[in-house]
């Protein structure tokens, strides 16, 4: 693993404004600037988790498919399995997200995927990720959905499960705190599982809860028990989204990556244990500008060299 390069998958985005609620709870859009958006493919690569250089001189490296929010992994048959938040269905919603596979993240073979097709109800199918349950053979996708008019508003996690990305169990509620979550990530350690998230409110009654949460559990479908940390519940100081966790490549420990969703910028929490964190100061890490909600994963020497041979001859 240290041998590893790490790579960050990410899109690229400046929000154009944002929503404030004043005292009487109604919704105001507060104009910022003009906004950006790159809503595409873009990766980055690191040798010590924390400075990222993007590839291809931050332009997309898969420019011909629209996607939020892409997480990509190696799968158990070493090929890279990437979902997104994809475009909206014929019906103006998103019940389906974005699924794609790579033997090199260079060439992509992509279709749609509609999880929550069967829930009619459903507004969106937001921030897809997937795990591998070694012991069951089966990959675990979850994803948030909403059934108001935005994502912010009563969102719970929900997944299934395939064995071959073919055929998917029904979608069932997977997590359903006492707040709005979006934004979930699994990983396992020593037979125990960890469940990074974002608890999403903001208004009059509960004020700004926009932080990464944690909970824990023995199992991969739970149930889960919420972990307090000392920021409110959250195990980071600030508005946060888009957690990605990655073994320090430095040493023990590990390391939570995040997005400043509110400023426009990246940040990255160190622990030892994963339940306390310590966020490094802004000159110990780089990421590409204007980086959104990225996914990070491990390469070989070889892969990145190919990686660096395509997409320097594309720059």
């Not at 498919?65 to 997104?84: I, S």
Request: proline share 6%; with cysteine.
């Amino acid at each position: 693993m240290n041998n590893s390069i790490w790579i960050l998958a990410y899109f690229c985005q400046h929000y154009g404004g944002r929503v404030e609620v004043d005292e009487f709870g109604r919704e105001h859009l507060v104009t910022l600037r003009e906004a950006m958006e790159r809503e595409y493919l873009h990766l980055a690569w690191s040798r010590d988790g924390r400075h990222f250089e993007p590839l291809n001189g931050n332009r997309p490296t898969w420019p011909e498919q629209w996607m939020r929010d892409p997480f990509v992994n190696r799968g158990a048959d070493g090929k890279f399995h990437l979902l997104a938040t994809g475009p909206r269905d014929e019906d103006g919603v998103q019940r389906s997200c974005l699924y794609a596979v790579s033997s090199d993240l260079i060439c992509w073979q992509t279709r749609k995927l509609p999880l929550m097709r069967s829930v009619s109800q459903a507004r969106n199918v937001w921030a897809p990720e997937w795990f591998y349950d070694a012991q069951a053979g089966e990959y675990l996708l979850l994803w948030s959905s909403s059934f108001r008019d935005v994502g912010w508003k009563e969102s719970r996690l929900w997944s299934c499960r395939t064995r071959d990305w073919q055929e998917f169990s029904e979608p069932r509620v997977f997590f359903e705190p006492p707040y709005s979550v979006i934004d979930g990530t699994l990983i396992e350690r020593g037979g125990r599982y960890f469940l990074f998230h974002k608890e999403e409110e903001f208004g009059v009654q509960k004020g700004e809860r926009r932080a990464i949460r944690l909970a824990t559990s023995d199992s991969p479908d739970g149930p889960w028990t919420l972990f307090e940390g000392p920021y409110e519940g959250a195990v980071v100081p600030t508005i946060t989204e888009g957690p990605a966790v990655l073994p320090d490549p430095q040493g023990d420990g590990w390391l939570l990556l995040y997005d400043f969703c509110a400023t426009d910028d990246y940040g990255i929490s160190h622990s030892t244990d994963l339940f306390r964190w310590q966020e490094l100061p802004a000159t110990e890490v780089a990421f590409p500008l204007a980086a959104r909600h990225g996914s990070a994963l491990p390469v070989s020497q070889e892969e990145f060299a190919a990686l660096q041979n395509v997409f320097a001859a594309m720059g």
